[in-house]
């Protein structure tokens, strides 16, 4: 594809239920990057991956957050029992190479709403 | 960790107008760069200026760094409605692995 996609866009779950978002970077592009992003924020660094190995899981809220990339392409992010804070827009971007500092190519997002 | 800080957080002016937004950092950078969010939507990448440049152009972007100042600008030159968006700047250095962003500058250029 031309560019990073997300799905779902939307994503309305029960507190307590657990979601998987999803992240199709640009082809080719070594890095991969999750983001959260609350309401009037800047989006905030959750995880990054270098083909499918996770170098930094630093910014992963809880354990209830887990992120994989098995294959170094595609990326899932998933969020086990939901909580109503876990209710943000969650942001994928890819690099081209593994230098993390090059400019990066954001997806739409997935709003995620707990209810 | 390295964020930077935007400042005006909100800035409204009338299109054909020139529209400056600031950013501030606390520590040493390798790099800094520029995202437009619209939106709704995802960030869109503007300009990366290094720690060794002081000023780049692309189109009617312009953007300055001083890094005795820990500061750098983006000037948008001959507004149009469609700048409308939040403005991120995002100082990259070597301690960390992703982007980290303010809170940002909300543009709204009115017609």
């Known amino acids: 594809g031309a560019g990073v996609s997300q799905s779902p866009r939307y994503k309305v779950a029960k507190r307590g239920q657990d979601v998987a978002l999803r992240c199709d970077p640009i082809s080719g592009h070594v890095s991969l990057f999750w983001y959260q992003q609350a309401l009037g924020q800047g989006p905030e660094f959750l995880t990054y991956f270098q083909n499918e190995a996770q170098l930094d899981k630093s910014g992963l809220p809880s354990d209830r957050f887990f992120a994989e990339r098995p294959e170094g392409s595609v990326s899932t992010l998933k969020i086990q029992r939901t909580q109503q804070e876990d209710s943000a827009v969650y942001l994928c971007a890819s690099s081209a190479g593994g230098a993390w500092m090059d400019e990066q190519f954001f997806g739409p997002g997935t709003r995620l709403t707990v209810l | 960790s390295q964020q930077g800080e935007e400042d005006p957080q909100a800035l409204s002016i009338q299109e054909g107008e020139n529209a400056t937004m600031n950013c501030s950092y606390k520590t040493s950078i390798n790099n800094l760069q520029w995202y437009r969010q619209n939106s709704g939507r995802g960030l869109v990448h503007l300009i990366l200026?290094?720690?060794?440049?002081r000023e780049k152009h692309s189109g009617r972007l312009r953007v300055t760094l001083d890094t005795s100042k820990k500061s750098s600008s983006l000037l948008i030159t001959a507004s149009r409605a469609a700048d409308t968006a939040s403005y991120f700047c995002a100082p990259v250095d070597t301690g960390r692995r992703a982007l980290t962003f303010g809170s940002g500058t909300r543009l709204q250029v009115q017609p």
């Open positions: 200026i290094r720690s060794n440049e």
